[in-house]
C-alpha cells in the first residue's frame, strides 16, 4: 500500500530563515518600508500576496505586489546561491531511508517554485523527490490543506496514508484539515503535531510507519 512524506521546505529540510530575512528587509528599505524583525517573524512561511498589504497597505495594486515580491525572492536565490546552504540535520539521511524503504515523496511549500528547485538544486537533493508543490499551484496557503492534498494526489497516494513533516503551527493545522498525519521539527516545541521532536536526528527509527500503522 501507498506511503507518502510530504516535506514542508523552510525549517524541516533547510533553515533558510536569515536569507528571507535579509531579502525582505533590503528589498521593503528599497520600497521606503524599514522592516523590523518582529514583523517579518510575524508572517515567515505565508505566502507573499498575504504579507505584502500588510506592508504595504491594503490597496496596494495585484501588480505592485507581485513585483516587489518577485524583487524578494529574485534576492533570495542569489543569496542562497552565493552564500550556500546546507540540508539541516537528519534530513536528507531520512529523505534517503524513505526512499529505499519504498515511500513516495514530494515537497509541499508556499515558496515559490523557482526557490524550491534553487534551494534543492544547492543542498543536491533535486533529484530526491516525485513531485513539487509550490505556492504556484495552490490558491491558498496554509493553514489551507490545499498544498498538501495537491501534494498527495500528485503522487497518487490517500490523505490517511500521508505523512506531513512541518515546523510551523499553520502547516500543522493543514496537515490535520487534510486528514494526514504530522511530524512536527521545532526548536522550541509548541506545536500541536502527532509526534513532536527538537530535530529530525530525534526520530525514533519507525517514526513514519508508526504514524501509519
Known amino acids: 500500500m501507498i506511503r507518502a512524506a510530504l516535506w514542508d521546505l523552510d525549517g524541516t529540510l533547510v533553515d533558510s530563515e536569515e536569507y528571507h530575512w535579509l531579502a525582505w528587509r533590503d ?26 498589504p500588510k506592508w504595504l497597505g491594503p490597496d496596494t495594486s495585484a501588480e505592485r505586489m507581485r513585483q516587489v515580491g518577485d524583487e524578494k525572492e529574485e534576492l533570495y536565490r542569489r543569496l542562497v546561491r552565493e552564500r550556500g546552504l546546507s540540508a539541516l540535520p537528519g534530513a536528507q539521511d531520512w529523505v534517503e531511508r524513505l526512499h529505499r524503504e519504498g515511500w513516495k515523496q514530494a515537497v509541499a511549500s508556499s515558496a515559490p517554485r523557482a526557490n524550491i528547485e534553487v534551494v534543492l538544486e544547492v543542498i543536491g537533493m533535486s533529484d530526491d523527490f516525485e513531485a ?3 505556492a504556484e499551484d495552490v490558491t491558498a496557503g496554509k493553514p489551507d490543506p490545499q498544498v498538501f492534498l495537491t501534494a498527495a494526489s500528485r503522487l497518487g497516494a490517500p490523505p ?13 493545522e493543514a496537515a490535520r484539515r487534510a486528514g494526514m ?3 512536527g521539527v521545532n526548536r522550541n516545541g509548541g506545536l500541536a503535531a502527532d509526534t513532536v521532536v527538537r530535530s529530525l536526528t530525534d526520530l525514533g527509527n519507525r517514526a513514519f510507519d508508526s504514524l501509519l500503522s
Open 160 to 172: 490517511n496514508r500521508c505523512v506531513v513533516v512541518e515546523d510551523a503551527i499553520p502547516g500543522v
Open 27 to 52: 528589498t521593503m528599505a528599497a520600497e521606503g518600508f524599514t522592516l523590523r524583525y518582529d514583523q517579518f517573524l510575524a508572517t515567515f512561511g505565508q505566502r507573499n500576496d498575504s504579507i505584502l
Open 132 to 134: 513539487l508543490v509550490s
Open 181 to 183: 498525519r504530522c511530524i
